[in-house]
């Protein structure tokens, strides 16, 4: 009994010790000199074409600890007067005291950070190195970067969907890596999008779900036919040819497919607000068009699925005039991004193309241009 005592007592004192030597630990490491940082410009133009190419070098000097430390060290990014809230870093190795940073680097560091695409925007650089939990900071810098917007096939998450239906509309038939995709614009494992199946007869329009590519991890219909998903599963056939708005939450196992068939109306087309003029999809470009069509630039027009107003491409906040052979973002009323119920103009008369490209849902993409 004695020696249980002692030996109790042993692993107590033991326990106190290593606590007190951990507290002490946290206590003493204190920064004696701060880091220095510095660029060797003070403003930069972000290019897609020279993605992989140096736009920007930073040279630091190291902070100094009062012990014996190995530290991170990060450059990071935020908005000019929001204080490093919402921020991004480039990591260097700890060896470095100075490091480049590519166009692509930097542009997705200041997607991340919210600042706005094409134009000049006022960033503050520091030098974040951490020791454990504790963060220490360089003296901030100024720099104006113009962005470009990021192509978002390779910004957010998504999964593919391979299918019998798939070299119909452009892709190859039961491909993961060559097929379309559902993207998942919150990047919460919840994915969505469109999908164009010419033929539902027989095999010919079935599909499943894949992601990284591949076959490994597959999910299809779980055998109900009730939009439950399981690895593995059974063919999912669908109800009817046509345009199909999909919805999965990989995480739930869940999955739906509603028929969603588009055409422009307004007062501004030849049909008023009375009827729609279809889109056609093209499956060399992988895009819905309405080759010609006259419009006016005294009305507004829409788009609309299946000729009913429960789904919409629309601005996102206001009427909006369009330029010809200019993209723009079009916004899914569905989807709760569009405020109000605005839509579309020309500052022109005459006859147009009208391109729709929905192959992916975080940036559905119009255009039009005049004939």
């Known amino acids: 009994m004695k020696n249980l005592f002692k030996i109790l007592a042993l692993v107590f004192t033991g326990l106190i010790v290593f606590s007190c030597e951990k507290d002490e630990d946290q206590a003493v490491i204190n920064e004696t000199s701060a880091g220095k940082i510095s660029a060797d410009k003070s403003a930069i133009v972000l290019n ?15 902070p100094t600890f009062n012990i014996a430390v190995v530290p991170n060290q990060k450059v990071e990014f ?4 929001d204080g490093f809230k919402k921020s991004a870093t480039i990591d260097f190795s700890n060896d470095m005291t100075s490091g480049s940073a590519t166009h692509a680097a930097m542009n997705a560091a200041m997607f991340a950070i919210g600042a706005v ?53 452009g892709y190859a038939n039961w491909t993961p890596s060559n097929s379309p995709n559902l993207f998942s614009p919150e990047k919460n494992d919840k994915y969505r999008g469109f999908i164009f199946i010419k033929d539902a007869s027989g095999d010919n329009g079935k599909y499943k779900f894949a992601i990284n590519q591949d076959w490994p991890g597959n999910k299809g219909d779980d055998g109900t036919n009730t939009g ?26 869940t999955y739906s497919a509603v028929l969603a068939n588009f055409g ?15 889109f056609v999809y093209n499956p060399a470009t992988k895009t819905y068009v309405i080759n010609s069509i006259a419009l006016s630039n005294t009305g507004v027009f829409k788009f609309r699925a299946n000729d009913d107003w429960a789904i919409k491409f629309q601005p996102k906040d206001a009427d909006q005039t369009l330029v010809s052979g200019t993209g723009v973002q079009s916004y899914l009323s569905l989807e709760g991004t569009v405020t109000g119920d605005p839509g579309y103009k020309v500052s022109q008369a005459g006859n147009y193309k009208i391109e729709l490209d929905l192959h992916n849902s975080a940036y559905y993409k119009l255009t039009i241009t005049k004939l």
């Open 48 to 62: 897609e074409l020279n993605a992989n190419d140096a736009i920007i070098t930073f040279t630091w000097t190291k």
């Open 78 to 81: 935020g908005i000019k007067g």
């Open 117 to 169: 695409p094409d134009v000049v925007n006022d960033i503050e650089v520091r030098l974040k190195t951490s020791v454990g939990s504790a963060a220490f900071y360089s003296n901030v810098i100024a720099l104006k970067v113009t962005p470009y917007t990021p192509n978002p096939d390779l910004v957010y998450p998504k999964i593919n969907v391979p299918g019998a239906y798939a070299g119909a509309a």
């Open 228 to 253: 439950k998903l399981k690895l593995d599963g059974s063919d999912i056939v669908p109800a009817a040819a046509g345009t199909y708005y999909m919805k999965v939450d990989w995480a739930a196992n």
């Open 264 to 278: 422009v109306i307004g007062d501004a087309t030849p049909t008023g607000w009375g009827s729609d003029t279809d």
